[in-house]
């Protein structure tokens, strides 16, 4: 299984942004797909998440400001970025699960190897 996030890079505060995560060795549609993130000498922490089935999650943080999204005919995940705050500056990180996971990190199967949002003031 490889996860390939991509799309990160650095914005002006308020700016937008979309991440993508290409997934491969995987029934895609089958499993449950997260985002999530890391700052500087901070814990990873749960963004949002989509289940196989279409339900959609979101942090606090975030809700109102990040959409999820996922295509199954493309094996990809989505996460439109708008408004985005210098405090979300951070490498993301897509995870994928089969059909259980869904705000706990420890329960993912599968990581991608970051992309880093960059979010200037």
């Known amino acids: 299984v490889q996860l390939q996030a991509s799309g990160g890079g650095l914005v002006q505060a308020g700016g937008s942004l979309r991440l993508s995560c290409a997934a491969s060795g995987l029934t895609f549609s089958r499993y449950n797909m997260g985002w999530f993130r890391q700052a500087p000498g901070k814990e990873r922490e749960f963004v949002s998440a989509?289940?196989?089935?279409?339900?959609?999650y979101y942090a606090d943080s975030v809700k109102g400001r990040f959409t999820i999204s996922r295509d199954n005919a493309k094996n990809t995940v989505y996460l439109q970025m708008d408004s985005l705050k210098p405090e979300d500056t951070a490498v993301y990180y897509c995870?994928?699960?089969?059909?259980?996971?869904?705000?706990?990190?420890?329960?993912?199967?599968?990581w991608g190897q970051g992309t880093q949002v960059t979010v200037s003031s």
């Open positions: 995870a994928a699960d089969f059909q259980n996971a869904i705000y706990s990190q420890y329960e993912y199967d599968y």
């Open positions: 989509i289940s196989w089935r279409g339900g959609l």
